[in-house]
């Protein structure tokens, strides 16, 4: 198999800036086939990049014998159901984040991954950034000391922006405000530089926004190796992203962006981090700019890669899962108002 034909299940804002895109860029693939919850909406969409079938149900897109993948990027209760159904019929498959809300449905994905003996790709595509490896090389090469404590701050005004019929709008969906579309791409970057985490404490509520969802959000994390971390999110102010992580001998300070309501494909794909900063305990600091990069292509290029027979795709599956437990327990904080136990 020297090129792989996909099917995008998901016909809305993001399928249309960042997933179709990114997999018609790719020189191994092609989008063949959509599936959206509305048909006039998927129609558009593969009008407008060429795609040459329409399909009206998950189902049917996955039986098809002429795809080797589908992507996922529909409302996040949907993923786990979707995946299975994908991978029931031997397809590899990209799924954007959250991969689950919970433990168990993510196991469930995971196990019939493994039985399927397919590809399994996860859209925290911020991993995939040249910053984030830099930091995470500092890190392992001892360069910051000790690691005491890692956090992170992402917003945006989408929030103001939301009307009642939106799937956004429900605390099911998106439980804890920005949470799910923001924030588990924080959590999955302290997963990924600090190790496992083992507890945490969450306070989430509605402040301004005229939907029945969260706006304002907050996390404090203990990691496992002893670190402690925090999360902040906010939908309904300006748009603004930083991961910082401090250690004994300096810290690490990555800018950028959020994905904002309406903005261009390319912004979404290639600008999510700007200035960066490292501050030594002792002596000046050094600040730069991030090289550009679209970080879709990047985790797609992956994926498809893994797909082929290549690398593994670099997110492992066992952390896919911890993502998915510790958003459970940051949710099932934020309703008792204690701290929680990551399962």
Known sequence: MSRLRFGVIGAGAFAAACHVPGLQSHPQAEVVAICGRRREGAEALAGRFGIATVHDHPAEL??????????????NAAHREQALL?????????CEKPFALTKTDAEAAVHATERAGVTL???YNRRFHPEM?????????????????????????????????????????TPCGGLTPMGVHAVDGMIDLCGPIDQV?????????????DDTTSVLFRMKAGMSGYL??????GPGFSFQVYGSKGWVRLEGTTHVAGASSEERRTRLFGTCRFQPAKGPAEVWQADTLDVTRAALEAFA??????????????????????TEAIVRSAGSRQAERVP
């Open 62 to 75: 996955c039986a098809r014998d002429d795809l080797d993948g589908i992507t996922i990027c529909t409302p």
């Open 86 to 94: 994908a991978f029931g019929q031997g397809k590899h498959v990209f």
């Open 121 to 123: 790709g996860l859209g």
């Open 133 to 173: 490896t830099k930091l995470r090389q500092r890190i392992r090469a001892g360069d910051l000391g000790t690691i005491l404590h890692v956090e992170s701050t992402l917003t945006f005004p989408n929030g103001l922006m939301l009307t009642p019929t939106q799937w956004r709008a429900h605390r099911d969906e």
């Open 201 to 213: 404490y969450c306070q989430s509520f509605r402040r301004v926004v005229a939907v029945d969802a």
């Open 232 to 237: 902040g999110t906010m939908t309904a102010t």
């Open 305 to 326: 890669s893994a797909a082929l027979g290549g690398a593994a795709y670099p997110i492992p599956l066992d952390e896919m899962v911890h993502g998915a437990a510790v």
